[in-house]
């Protein structure tokens, strides 16, 4: 069982810079990875980066992609999200989130798209990009 917490949202203008945080205690090699997840008014929930534990399989949803950098710290039980050149759209509540590992995930792409079937998940974040 892993218990997950997010830290870092905040109001930010366009343009700006905010870096979130998560710590997944409990967090274990039976689990494939860690993964950020955004959830706007009216929209379903998205996979908008997700990273392997040994960090050598990343994934960004095309509407981030170039902006947001995924990070993970395995010894510290952390995965972290930095979000540059954030725009109004971005404004969302932002969730990590973890999956255990299963036949069919076989990378980060997987797990975001695939994570919410069979993941734990944090309370979530604000962000918010307003001018």
């Known amino acids: 069982q892993v218990q997950l917490v997010e830290s870092g949202g905040g109001l930010v203008q366009p343009g700006g810079s905010l870096r979130l945080s998560c710590v997944a205690s409990?967090?274990?090699?039976?689990?494939?990875?860690l993964g950020w997840f955004r959830q706007a008014p009216g929209k379903e929930r998205e996979g908008i980066s997700c990273?392997?534990?040994?960090?050598?399989?990343?994934y960004y949803a095309d509407s981030v992609k170039g902006r947001f950098t995924i990070s993970i710290d395995v010894a510290k039980k952390m995965v972290y999200l930095q979000m540059d050149s954030l725009k109004l759209e971005d404004t969302a509540v932002y969730y990590c989130?973890?999956?255990?590992?299963?036949?069919?995930?076989?990378?980060?792409?997987?797990?975001?798209?695939?994570?919410?079937?069979?993941?734990?998940w944090g309370q979530g974040t604000q962000v918010t990009v307003s001018s």
């Open positions: 989130a973890t999956s255990r590992i299963v036949p069919i995930l076989t990378s980060a792409r997987d797990l975001c798209n695939l994570g919410g079937s069979y993941g734990s």
């Open positions: 409990g967090f274990t090699l039976d689990y494939y990875g």
């Open positions: 990273i392997s534990s040994s960090g050598d399989s990343t």
